[in-house]
């Protein structure tokens, strides 16, 4: 390659360098920081609150594929009968000895059960309250903005209103939808209308 062909981009006489940082590899300068908003500080908030309400559940255990069968058996049994068993436990040294049921692990998981059952309901349906609610506010946007939509595609034939063709054209992309002629069917080449047998 002729050297007389490559620009001079700077000089490096008496030391120095050619400033190279404008080049095209250099790293992109970090976008600023996304201020959060009032929704997010306020889960980020009540997330700190559940996770700290799970500390307190004393034994929290998370499902396993490990454990599943044990507690699919477990349902089948009646509180009244692990209350006898219990009762008749205490009442005899011989199964004390054995170890096989511990009175006092026994009442206390049956004490915990009756005790947070009552928050387990309360939980469901809250979780059904705040997925409703989710649902809710969702359908009041995608209704006013389906409203927006179609009267910004009445108001796009005033050639005085503006670009709203240009607006409607990316609305139309992220809708998704397809119009109501995509689901005409075409006619087979074979079955054209009016074909003499």
Do not use: C
């Not at 005790?115 to 059904?128: D, Y």
């Not at 389906?146 to 595609?153: F, H, T």
């Amino acid at each position: 390659m002729n050297d007389e062909n490559i620009p001079i981009i700077g000089s490096i006489e008496d030391g120095q360098l050619p400033d190279v940082s404008s080049d095209v590899g250099a790293e992109p300068s970090p976008l600023p920081p996304v201020a959060p908003t009032a929704s997010e500080l306020l889960a980020q908030e009540l997330l700190g609150i559940l996770n700290d309400f799970a500390a307190r559940i004393p034994g929290l255990v998370s499902p396993h594929a490990s454990t599943a069968l044990t507690v699919r058996r477990g349902r089948t049994v009646p509180k009244a009968f692990m209350r006898s068993a219990i009762f008749t436990v205490q009442e005899s040294g011989s199964l004390q000895a054995i170890g096989t049921l511990s009175i006092d692990d026994a009442r206390e998981a049956l004490q915990f059960v009756e005790a947070f059952r009552v928050v387990a309901e309360r939980l469901r349906i809250l979780t059904t309250d705040l997925n409703f609610t989710i649902d809710w506010k969702t359908s009041l946007v995608a209704d006013a903005t389906l409203r927006v939509y179609a009267i910004s595609k009445a108001m796009a034939r005033d050639p005085n209103s503006g670009n709203l063709g240009g607006h409607n054209a990316f609305l139309k992309k992220h809708l998704g939808r397809k119009g109501r002629g995509s689901k005409v069917k075409t006619p087979p080449p074979d079955a054209a209308p009016n074909a003499a047998p």
